[in-house]
């Protein structure tokens, strides 16, 4: 659950008079459940409001017939009401089985994040794929002797580098950089 | 009992087609526009294979990996992981076993931005496990495509999509419509991977056992197709084995039976052989060149300039007198000197006089050299000696003042020297790596392959193209030495510090890799051997 959705449930929980705070109003345009839960407490608030409304003479005729009340009335010997054992098991259970089976809120995490987080020191060290080769040749024989069997492996290795970049794909984080990696890669996909 | 063996058939045939059904071949779930695939079996294990492995040590005494965990992403992912696994309601190990002990891949779509493709995770699981993980992360199911679920998880204007089709569950951050992509494959009928020729050619072709296979659609600088595959062996050595779609001039390439290890000195930390076919190579120069517009006069000039060092023979002559193979490496030097870079050309039947002409023009333009320069105070002093060695005449040219100058006392051995023998023309930077040589070639000196074949790497048996060797741990401090003069100390530094370069490849004791050239593809195996 998103924590502004928290806050948000928190807060008609409490109470309070008047409007959520601006922050949570602004979140609430955007979330469907946040704005549904708002708009019901809304409408319970006006219906309440105009339904149980009570004028200030009626209400004082009210009080002044209950207030008498509690000094008059007998004590009385309250007899305790009587639960089969049975009753009680089955609204232990249905207490438990709700706590158990009641679906408990979930902090969303990102597969993707977490996925990247595993590759851990792998994904910080590993080279990043081949940039395009240089356009200058070297055609000094050594260079060429080089060339030749650096070329038998340019193939392969590119698609192992790419295999190491793949994860980092898909997880969203960039390749590290090719001579440091201590300012950190990660970086969201917003970006 | 025809009937008992009727049903029993039937129900092996049964058993078989569902278990074929039940687990297809993940490049079926794969777009057939797929950019790479990367498969993994049992990636878990492959964790705690590299776990539990020197080589991760050192990655953690790495300045890269020190400086991360000590960041605050390091103590974020920790956390990340930590309410996931609660959320899970698993250990790390529980759940890294139960979702990555069977098949996972990682399918690359293009995006339009070659460096920033989409991936798609896929990983084998069964479907209340696939639901398992979408619940824990906080998944909402948002709506179905070809009757396939789709769940998104959103976080900080972020976005995971899921869903779970074809025996695998599928996870990507929601860029575009890559999981459509992969869900119109998997249970719409969209072409896969498997429908894509490049992929059956190269990817299929390498041999069964992977435990990792990585097909890229258009690898390397030629942007052909691709594949390597992984294969782990005991005691510290992975095996690769991989294959490009490439089409080489077989002329050129063509695979021979490679002698030249068995000429190359035991203190090689880094060999290569190649085969050579020098006439064929000249005639695909001359072919290319004169189709340029100076072309004839530019193969006339190049004539002349190989001719010059050959004196007495025509270009034909030239080209006839080597080959099928060459043969080159870095061997150590002796008691602190320089190491040697040696090469190695076979002589065919009638090469040996003109490799002796190569040798005697080559000393004769020296000490003329020499001459010219004896007058200018500034002007190197070039030494030319002969020794025999071995029943073999040595020419050695040396500047020693010059070299010395210019690389330091380190380089106080470095003298060129050339040989032959009735195999070989064998030229080196150092009169000790040709007398090595020398001995290896004639059979009275440790070889390399002899080496390498004690230590259980065989040489190729059959013929290649070319084969390599290097010796990290044994030739580090070597090879490091050369790059810092060839890249600079301050870069190599900088190398070493990022990435403990020095360490890792002390961990590497060999790294061996042979390439086959056939008519419309290229294969090739690489072995890398942990230190023991």
């Known amino acids: ?61 009210l009080v002044a017939r209950i207030a008498p009340a509690p000094a008059a009335a007998p004590a009385r010997r309250v007899r305790p009401v009587r639960w089969p054992l049975s009753a009680l098991a089955v609204a232990a259970a249905a207490v438990l089985a709700a706590l158990v089976f009641w679906p408990r809120p979930v902090a969303p995490t990102l597969p993707t994040d977490v996925f990247g987080d595993l590759l851990g020191p792998l994904a910080e060290v590993t080279p990043r794929a081949p940039e395009a080769a240089a356009t200058e040749e070297d055609s000094s024989p050594l260079s060429m002797v080089l060339a030749t069997f650096w070329g038998d492996l340019e193939g392969p290795m590119a698609i192992g580098v790419g295999a190491l970049e793949a994860p980092r794909a898909a997880a969203g984080i960039e390749s590290a950089p090719p001579q440091t990696s201590t300012e950190g890669n990660r970086q969201v996909k917003e970006e | 009992m025809r009937t008992l063996r009727t049903l029993a058939a039937v129900l092996v045939l049964a058993v078989a087609a569902t278990a074929a ?144 089709a074809g025996g695998m569950l599928m996870i990507c951050g929601a860029k575009a419509n890559e999981l459509e992509q992969v869900i119109d494959v998997a249970a719409g009928g969209a072409p896969s991977l498997t429908s894509r020729g490049a992929f059956s050619d190269v990817a299929e072709s390498l041999p069964d056992g992977w435990r990792t296979r990585a097909f890229a659609a258009e690898a390397g600088p030629h942007k052909i197709p691709g594949a390597v595959a992984m294969y782990p062996k005991d005691h510290g050595r992975v095996h690769f084995e991989w294959c490009m779609a490439e089409s080489e001039d077989l002329d050129i390439n063509a695979p021979v039976l490679l002698t030249g290890p068995k000429a190359l000195p035991a203190s090689a930390v880094a060999a290569g052989a190649t085969s050579l076919h020098l006439q064929a190579v000249w005639a695909k120069v001359q072919e290319k060149v004169s189709a340029m517009p100076d072309g004839a006069e530019k193969i006339r000039k190049a004539d002349m300039f190989v001719r010059g060092w050959f004196p007495g023979y025509s270009m034909d002559a030239i080209t006839a007198a080597f080959g099928p193979e060459a043969a080159g490496a870095l061997v150590k030097g002796s008691d602190g000197s320089a190491p040697g870079l040696v090469g190695i050309a076979r002589l065919t039947a009638g090469g040996q006089p003109v490799a002796k002409a190569f040798k005697n023009g080559l000393a004769a333009k020296a000490m003329i050299l020499g001459a010219l320069g004896q007058n200018d105070e500034n002007a190197p002093k070039i ?150």
């Open chain 2, 21 to 164: 059904v039940a687990a297809p071949k993940v490049a079926d779930l794969a777009p057939a526009n797929a950019g790479a695939l990367i498969e993994t079996v049992d990636a878990a294990g492959l964790r705690q294979m590299l776990l539990d492995s020197r080589f991760w040590d050192a990655l953690g005494q790495t300045e890269a990996v020190r400086q991360w965990r000590a960041s605050p992403r390091y103590a974020e992912a920790q956390q990340r992981i930590d309410q996931f696994l609660a959320n899970l309601e698993m250990t790390r190990d529980e759940a890294i076993q139960t979702y990555l002990g069977q098949r996972s891949a990682v399918v690359l779509l293009p995006s339009g931005d070659i460096k920033k493709p989409y991936g798609v995770i896929l990983v084998e699981t069964d479907a209340a496990l696939a639901e398992r993980l979408i619940k824990a992360a906080g998944g909402e199911r948002v709506g179905e495509r070809h009757g396939v679920a789709v769940w998104e998880v959103r976080k900080d204007n972020r976005v995971d999509r899921m869903a779970y």
């Open chain 2, 383 to 532: 030494g030319v000696r002969e020794e025999t060695y071995a029943n073999t005449s040595l020419v050695i040219i040396e500047a020693p003042a010059a070299i010395e100058k210019a690389l330091g006392p380190w380089a106080k051995d470095i003298g060129l020297t050339v040989a032959v023998t009735n195999e070989w023309l064998v030229v080196g930077t150092t009169p000790a790596g040709v007398k090595e040589t020398l001995d290896a070639a004639a059979g009275t000196g440790a070889s390399l392959a002899a080496a390498l074949e004690k230590d259980g790497d065989a040489v190729p048996a059959k013929p290649v193209t070319r084969w390599g060797v290097l010796q990290p741990a044994s030739g580090a401090d070597i090879v490091l030495a050369w790059a810092e003069r060839v890249a600079g100390k301050e870069r190599v530094d900088q190398i070493k510090k990022v990435t403990n370069l020095a360490e890792l490849m002390k961990l590497v004791k060999r790294i061996v890799w042979q390439r086959t050239d056939e008519a419309n593809m290229v294969r090739g195996t690489a072995d890398i051997q942990a230190i023991d």
């Open chain 1, 1 to 61: 659950m998103n924590p502004d959705c928290e806050r948000l449930r928190e807060w008609l929980e409490a109470g309070p008079d008047g409007g959520p705070p601006p922050a949570l109003e602004a979140h609430a345009t955007g979330c469907e459940t946040c704005r549904r839960r708002l708009a019901l407490d809304r409408a319970l608030g006006d219906r309440l409001g105009a339904g149980a409304g009570l004028s200030p003479a009626r209400r004082e005729a």
